[in-house]
């Protein structure tokens, strides 16, 4: 009954959006699980989330904030396992992230940002420390959590110790951590976390991805009035439930449910099974392929149909979320001090090249989005694009250069503070590092350079030697491997010896 009521719904306001026709239909479901969010939720969803320039009063929390400490606050918005591109204003015509989009608006957002490891573990060690791994020796095998060393270099631990009031929520990935060092609220949880709990779908109580979403709400909200904050939200979604439900390996939000279910997803880029025959045995048998099988399958596919149409539902889940905390920075009148970063741990193929999941060097796998929303930048910048090369090593340096702490010793990344401000610095780098080193079943090593115009990859344990070479300026999409093309041969042996070069240097 239900399902036909919303149809009719949809049906009827087909000049509502999707998002905002299921949000009517959710509105009072939610209110009813947390009354303390009622506000922020009921105004997000009217769709009057973070206009830059219209503060609220602070009815709802009472709360003055007069901070004596002018640092801005940092709220980073970290996503596990999110497609650079599944965003309306990346062009996605079907995906709902009215609120993504917004910030992307109002903010400034980077054509061309990267992870140097696509792996939640050794990605989120390179987030925390401004390393490659190469340095930091976090992989995924044998990892069971940062070390001391590693938490003192982390960025919330210098923050910390610089006045900032330090808070994580959600998926962290690094294991334990000192105690009191890095957070002074810490609310992550370890591991993969679940959506419901363990054995159960669909769960009881409040999914995940809002849970998180409360949490961060109220944390912000609690935030001490003195000092500046700087707060990251690690989202589980829209990353699988590894090892749950074998029907639901993405489980949504129920604020979520029937979104996009009557959309024909599209096939994605190189996913005709020709291409995928065409690839060295060691790709077509790797775990990418395998998941393939089980979570995918062909575009045409009732499962693959299903998965994606449930990780688009993820995202749009999460985009809700952000709503509600760019809600809370309007209602205690701190979105003219708070910078927000948006952003991923990596990518992820869905179904390009017949691969799902992460780890190798292709676009989709190392790619990430990337939004900066700093309101203290003048107007013009407000839905700007930045093209420079920005690495998931450059958070730490970027964040120290907001509040003002000195750059600390052996960070590889670069502040993107310039980037962020219009700036054109003449020696930023043109070109990058890729490395994926850690080793699990059927996950080739690969290593690989990136500059502005060609990629090359080179898998590490094949036998014979496996290597991959693009030119991006004219084949984006990575179709046309060009290692055997003697016309090449010059630019193969060029960016082999980038590679070794890199290698060295990285470590
Ligand atoms: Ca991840």
Known sequence: MELIRFIIILLILNNLSLVQAQLLEVGEEAAIIDVSLTDVEHDYRLGTAFTKNEFGSSDVYNQTVDKQDTRPNILVIYVDDLHHATFGFMGDPIIQTPNVDKLAEQGVAFRNAFVTTAICITS??????????????????GF???????????YPTRLKEAGYYTGYVGKWHLGEIPEGVVFDNDQKFLGQGYFWDEDEWPGEGTHLTDRLGNQAVEMIRSAPGDQPFAITVGFKAPHVQDGFHPV???????STAVLYELVEMPAPHL???EFFESQPDFIRESLGRVRW???LGPPESLNFQRSLRRYYRMVTGVDEQLGKMMEVLRKTNQLDNTIVVFTS???????????AGKWLG????????LIVLDPRLPEVHQGTWRDPMALMIDFKPTFFEWAGVSPAEGVQGKSLVPIINGEN???????FFYEHHSFADRIPRSEGVRTERYKYLRYLDSDPLYEELYDLETDPGEVTNLTDDPEYEGLLQEMREKWEQWRESVR
């Open 124 to 141: 989120r060690g390179n987030f925390m420390t401004g390393r490659y791994a190469a340095r930091t020796g976090i992989y995924m095998d």
């Open 248 to 254: 639901e390996p993405y489980p949504a939000s129920p």
């Open 144 to 154: 069971d959590g940062l070390s001391e060393e590693h938490a003192a270099m982390a």
């Open 271 to 273: 996913s005709d099974p």
């Open 293 to 295: 099988e089980y979570r």
């Open 362 to 369: 292709h676009e989709p796998s190392i790619r990430i989005p």
């Open 345 to 355: 741990d990596h990518g992820m193929y869905l179904g390009e090249r017949g691969l």
């Open 425 to 431: 610095p003449p020696d930023w780098r043109t070109e």
